[in-house]
């Protein structure tokens, strides 16, 4: 039997469902417009005369307002569809942007960029309607290659922020004789026209709806037919969903640890280096373009790598680099040495985001996997939301060194925490459980 073509190839590129394929690719042209984002649009509120607890503020109402979407697009997308939240999600940017091309007041971006997470460096998501959008790749991706598949799609990510990044330098200086705030209007034409192309792209995939109707409508016939069979099937459903709950539960407390450790000082880099040692775009947006890039590289690496030891191990051995790199960074006294640093911890760091990501939507079964995602979301963005408000606190009150050990002291938690306590779901499941409550992909905890 002749293998299959490798995944990262032209040909095993092809041997993906068409509406997985058009999903990365969608993610990937929109990772390009927020890696723009993410180096120049602190810069820019500064060019505006933000202080730096002003934009851990305005970062902070951007994760809120994720947050409280998110649990409900994740929860309705599983009964309704996801199509349609994405479609909303790329015309509400489309708008949005434009609006602030022609208006840029400041109550307008305020709300723009709290409702579209603008300056968070999301590699690709969309917004607070990323649940759906993972759950319809998860739908359409077996569960042997998942992690394999949110690798690659995590590496594509990644390169997108890094050709957005390296787009970053330049895009300040594209309009000759601008300065000031109207330097950054290709910023925002870059993102208005990516919104474009990705509801287009997206308008064309097909969808094949939730499948939780039909497995209601199949135990009803049973219970129609044997009401024994029928209440043995509910039994067994209940079980693996309290398992799936539980599972969860400890996701959701874990991710909490690590978010509020990369957000008080991941959102924040850009205006810290500016601060730090008085660096622009000029130099920042490379240094962003080279990180996405190897980061991207890391996480094929990653993907293979947990088909080898799991994904647990994959997660948590590379982050204990990343620790000793984010505690050095602060002390460093030039620009260069902190930008190398900052390479090493994200390549070691955001090489397992796809990973991660398998790990999660891999908890449930495909008709909870909107909830599960909006759970893991939540678990991210509240946290995350308060970390610039605790790190533009402590900056604005003349500390630039202590948001990098406390986000490492919360990072080293994480790993202690994800390899302990959730490593023991890593397991598949027995093959009774899963058949009978249509749940392959559900993992069983180890005793």
Known sequence: MNASPSLYTPAGWRTLHPAARQLIS??????IAQGALGVDFTLYLATRGWSAPEVGALLFAGGLAGAALSLWVGIYSDRVGRKGFLLFYEIGLAVGTAAILLWPTGWLLVIVAALFGFGRGANGASGPFAPAEQAWLAQNVEGR???KVFSFNAALQFWGMGIG?????????LLPGTTGPAA???LFLLNLIMAIINYLQIQRIPEVRPTKGDLDEERAQKAAQSPDAAAASEAADAQVRRRENRALTLLTLVNMTNSLGVGIVAPLLPYWFHLRYGVGPEAIGPVY?????LTGLSSLYIGRLSERIGLTRSIVVPRLVGIVTLILMPFVPYFWIAA????IRSVVNRGSVGARQAFSVGLVRDQRRGMASSLNAISWSVP?????AIGGWLIGAGSLAWPFVLASVLQLAYIVLFGTVLGRYEDRPAPTTGQLAGAPDLPAPRT
């Not at 995350?384 to 610039?388: E, I, K, L, N, T």
């Open 165 to 173: 990044s390296a787009l970053a330098a330049v895009l300040p200086n």
């Open 289 to 293: 373009s080279l990180t996405f890039i």
């Open 26 to 31: 969608a993610r990937f042209l929109r990772s």
């Open 384 to 388: 995350a939301s308060f970390g610039p």
């Open 340 to 343: 190398v640093l900052y390479v």
């Open 145 to 147: 290659i998942r992690g």
């Open 184 to 186: 950054y209007t290709p």
